[in-house]
């Protein structure tokens, strides 16, 4: 293997995040048009989802900075992965953490950070990538008066005071909605410790404004702080971005070469639905250049690429293979075997990921960086997963769903993430009674889910809040009986819990000739009154002189008297059964207090329940 020097490195890849509407794509074919009408001059090559800046273009992008550019551009250039958002970061991915080696989050200064914006952030931190802000739009200020393709520090140096104030307001409230997500930023000019804040840059994908800045810090970046990361390795490092079926190809693969080198005829074993796929290369394409465009061919054909390049792979079998998955190449000296459990692997660990207790929800994602995003946020969210697939939904998913109408129905839900739903499959969901929600935005499909829950949630609480029992502990007011019996009306103080109309009553006696225990039922609080108002429910403490209740009994209960059946000195209790205890857990767990709880283990024992 050659030896890696630091003189010796590839470019970096670097990806664009942020919410719809920022401004991602226009930001890059701003960064891409430098000169357009030039064919392609400085060399600026677009790939399959990538598009490719060599040092010179940047060198010359840049020359607008004068001397706050980086003093020599180390690196080849820059490979921005241009299909922004989630799919692609979340895809460009080996063993969990991200191939991207810096990303760009686009944040629009007029709006703020928005709930994609949020999610990208989370992203962004789960593998830990480092990542500047665009801050883009800055056209929109109030009396912005652009001057195309300059350096931002400059344009704002030259706009008038009340521009400069607002400016300067935008970006505080900017700083804030970061540090309530925890991250310090500031002005990137003004960012001496690059480890603990985050550079926002001022940019405009209108006028071009701060695309300078943000090329220039992106290489300082990468070449000062991650060279040890970027130097260039003979070991092959490459994943699937996306599969795609092409006229006149077929089944392919967009693929993005990190490390190493593909040539045509190399054996490769990539992740697939149903098991590893090993084929063999029959072509490597990238696109034309733009100023081929006379070339009847959309693609340019090679025998062999190296690394860092965004490629597309034509070969047999590609059908089931798996957007998101490492693509390795099996070489003379390796064993199939190793490798084919080895590219499976992803998809083993998240399989992990599934309840044991074979309660949850069904998730299915369009590609594994996808689903492992989705299940990650589940998990943080301690919503339990039963069941995955990645592609398409088909009938056989929802007869997998199906499984928890009889196990558990607020889990007979299946969350699919940026996958389309099969006709067939949605007809027999409706027919079965699974709800299946889709959406692009995890926190879309999260939001829509959690409400489902609460309704079912909500729904289950009314129909038990019959069987409901609440632990509370009665003492009567010395003299204070209104009616001795059916109703029975007495005056009462809450000692212990709290009393809800509805509970049922009674008291413990015991028989003075045989010794036993008795409990005797008084029948339910049908009404509470406290000066001389209801109420519906009287806690510990909250009446000083007391309240005034009525117990009635059903009419297939012989009624209780005063005198006979209770006294004044006596405790009453409300009525816990096994049956009410287990209600409580289930649908009013968060009604109780820790107190009520251990009321509710005294009562156990002294009623009996076991």
């Known amino acids: 293997m050659a030896a890696r020097s630091k003189d010796d490195l590839r470019s970096p890849i670097c990806c664009i995040l942020g919410h719809?509407?920022?401004?991602?794509?226009?930001?890059?074919?701003?960064?891409?048009?430098?000169?357009?009408?030039?064919?392609?001059?400085?060399?600026?090559?677009?790939?399959?989802?990538?598009t490719y800046f060599p040092a010179d273009a940047i060198v010359k992008k840049t020359a607008v900075l004068g001397p706050d550019r980086a003093e020599e551009v180390k690196v080849p250039g820059l490979l921005v992965i241009d299909t922004p958002g989630h799919e692609s970061f979340t895809n460009l991915r080996t063993r969990g953490s991200s191939l991207c080696n810096i990303a760009i989050l686009v944040v629009d200064i007029m709006h703020g950070l928005e709930p994609q914006t949020l999610e990208s952030i989370r992203l962004l931190r789960d593998r830990k990538t480092p990542f500047i802000v665009a801050l883009n739009k800055i056209d929109r200020l109030f009396d912005w008066k652009a001057i195309p393709d300059n350096s931002f520090q400059d344009s704002l140096a030259k706009q008038k005071p009340s521009v400069q104030d607002e400016f300067q307001r935008r970006v505080e409230?900017?700083?804030?909605?970061?540090?309530?997500?925890?991250?310090?930023?500031?002005?990137?000019?003004?960012?001496?410790?690059?480890?603990?804040?985050?550079s926002l840059v001022p940019t405009s994908a209108h006028t071009g404004e701060g695309i300078p800045d943000m090329l220039n810090l992106l290489v300082n970046l990468t070449q000062s702080r991650m060279s040890d990361k970027l130097m260039y390795i003979t070991e092959l490092e490459c994943t699937v971005l996306e599969v795609k079926v092409i006229e006149g190809l077929g089944t392919t693969i967009d693929v993005v070469l990190v490390n190493g080198w593909l040539h045509e005829g190399d054996k490769i074993v990539v992740c697939g639905l149903?098991?590893?796929?090993?084929?063999?290369?029959?072509?490597?394409?990238?696109?034309?250049?733009?100023?081929?465009?006379?070339?009847?061919?959309?693609?340019?054909?090679?025998?062999?690429?190296?690394?860092?390049?965004?490629?597309k792979i034509s070969a047999p079998d590609l059908e089931k293979a798996i957007a998101g998955s490492r693509l390795l190449v099996c070489g003379p000296d390796d064993d199939e075997e190793d490798l084919k459990e080895e590219v499976m692997s992803d998809l083993t660990n998240l399989m992990s990921s599934i309840d044991r207790s074979g309660h949850g929800v069904w998730v299915q994602a369009s590609t594994l960086g996808a689903l492992e995003a989705l299940l990650e946020f589940l998990k943080t969210s301690k919503i339990p997963v039963s069941g995955i697939n990645i592609?398409?939904?088909?009938?056989k998913d929802v007869v997998k769903a199906s499984v928890m109408l009889e196990k558990a129905r607020e889990y007979a839900v299946m969350l699919c993430f940026d996958v389309k739903v099969d006709k067939e499959a949605?007809?027999?969901a409706e027919e079965l009674g699974i709800r299946v929600f889709t959406a692009d935005i995890i926190y879309h499909l999260f939001d829509r889910y959690v409400e489902y829950n609460a309704a079912i949630t909500e729904q289950k609480?009314?129909?038990q809040a019959p069987s409901a029992v609440f632990p509370c502990v009665l003492k009567m007011v010395p003299g204070a009986i209104f009616n001795k019996k059916d109703p029975i009306i007495i005056g009462v103080d809450v000692v212990e819990g709290a009393l809800r109309v509805g509970t049922p009553i009674c008291v413990v006696k015991t028989n003075s000739e045989t010794g036993a225990r008795e409990i005797n039922t008084l029948g339910k609080v049908t009404s509470i009154e406290m000066n001389h108002k209801s109420i519906d429910i009287v806690k510990k403490g909250q009446a000083g002189g007391g309240v005034a209740i009525k117990?009635?009994?059903?009419?297939?209960?012989?009624?209780?008297?005063?005198?006979?059946?209770?006294?004044?000195?006596?405790?009453f209790y409300s009525k816990i059964t096994r049956q009410s205890i287990d209600v409580l857990k289930q649908s009013f767990r968060n009604d109780m207090s820790k107190e009520d709880w251990a009321l509710i283990v005294k009562?156990?024992?002294?009623l009996g329940v076991d």
């Open 20 to 50: 719809v509407d920022t401004g991602k794509t226009k930001l890059l074919d701003k960064i891409r048009q430098t000169n357009v009408q030039e064919g392609e001059a400085g060399g600026i090559t677009q790939q399959i989802g990538a």
């Open 426 to 428: 949605e007809e027999m």
């Open 551 to 571: 117990i009635e009994c059903a009419v297939y209960e012989t009624p209780k008297t005063y005198g006979r059946h209770f006294e004044e000195t006596d405790e």
């Open 603 to 606: 009562l156990k024992k002294t």
């Open 391 to 395: 592609g398409p939904v088909h009938r």
């Open 461 to 463: 609480r009314k129909d």
């Open 274 to 311: 149903n098991g590893p796929i090993v084929t063999q290369v029959r072509a490597l394409l990238t696109p034309q250049p733009m100023r081929e465009l006379r070339i009847k061919s959309q693609y340019v054909h090679h025998k062999s690429v190296k690394a860092a390049l965004g490629v």
């Open 173 to 198: 409230q900017t700083q804030v909605a970061f540090a309530e997500q925890g991250l310090n930023s500031t002005l990137y000019y003004k960012n001496k410790n690059f480890a603990k804040y985050v």
